[in-house]
């Protein structure tokens, strides 16, 4: 049975720091990129961060840039994602997501909330 499973979201002031994990499992994590996104209220599901199979490639949205930072742990299929510096649009729900191009697969997780608020 695959499962995506975040962890580490809450509650955090403005400027501090979260670190997200995602344990996956049910499936051949290492053959697969991972991405986080995030939905906040009222908006699209946006692409936050990419990481390719082995780990040696990473990309970001603009709006995350130099502030956020995934990676990923192939030997504990885990990957993370590092956010400081928050702010308070980085609030919304962020999803762990698994990808495989060929054959196209995507594995999702239930999603952890973040919230930055004084």
């Known amino acids: 049975q695959v499962q995506l499973v975040e962890s580490g979201g809450g509650l955090v002031q403005p400027g501090g720091s979260l670190r997200l994990s995602c344990a996956a499992s049910g499936f051949t994590f290492s053959r697969f990129a991972m991405r986080w996104y995030r939905q906040a209220p009222g908006k699209e599901r946006e692409l936050v961060a990419r990481?390719?199979?082995?780990?040696?490639?990473?990309n970001y949205a603009d709006s995350v840039k130099g502030r956020f930072t995934i990676s990923r742990d192939n030997t504990k299929n885990t990957v993370y994602l590092e956010m400081k510096s928050l702010k308070p649009e980085d609030t919304a729900v962020y999803y762990c997501?698994?990808?495989?191009?060929?054959?196209?697969?995507?594995?999702w997780g239930q999603g952890t909330q973040v919230t930055v608020s004084s």
């Open positions: 990481i390719s199979s082995p780990g040696t490639g990473t």
């Open positions: 997501n698994a990808h495989s191009g060929s054959p196209t697969i995507d594995y």
